[in-house]
């Protein structure tokens, strides 16, 4: 069974999840989160898990299965399934890393302002946060640069 996965990327705050909504309504996929997988304490580095639980067994033809990283617990959470077919949309930041390209069919990077993507941020996670988002944010500019995700994507959209 053929599995068709796009990537949604893009920095923390963009407007990802919000594109990938609208996207599996209209077309009735699913949705994987690389805010599944990542923490505060590991932003970037995570990525070998999903590599082997989503985009290998998809590949293969098999469901993925994964453990949800549960952001208020800090810790592993509930057991997720993804089957294979169809189209699989991977959205957060870093989905469509080097080591991803791959596995995806086509990628999408949003854009949005770093003063933007910083106040929705907060407007989520709260001003005790800042602190955080500064670290993340610092994480993501260092794998943008070393990356250069943008150059490798099929499309770049404005962020919602």
Request: no cysteine.
């Amino acid at each position: 069974m053929t599995t068709t996965i796009v990537a949604i990327d893009g920095p923390g705050g963009a407007g990802k999840s919000t594109l990938a909504a609208r996207l599996s309504a209209e077309f009735g996929a699913q949705v994987v989160h690389t805010d599944d997988f990542a923490s505060w304490e590991v932003p970037i580095d995570w990525w070998p898990r999903m590599l082997h639980e989503v985009f290998e067994p998809l590949a293969e033809g098999r469901p993925a299965r994964f453990q949800r990283y549960d952001w208020d617990r800090k810790e592993l959470g509930e057991w997720l399934t993804v089957e294979p077919g169809g189209v699989v949309l991977v959205e957060g930041v870093t989905a469509s890393r080097e080591a991803f390209r791959p596995y995806l069919a086509a990628s999408i990077w949003v854009e949005t302002p770093r003063e933007l993507r910083l106040e929705r941020g907060l407007e989520r996670d709260g001003a005790d946060a800042a602190e955080l988002w500064s670290d993340w944010m610092a994480g993501e500019d260092q794998w943008m640069v070393a990356e250069r995700p943008q150059a490798h994507v099929t499309a770049i959209v404005q962020g919602f």
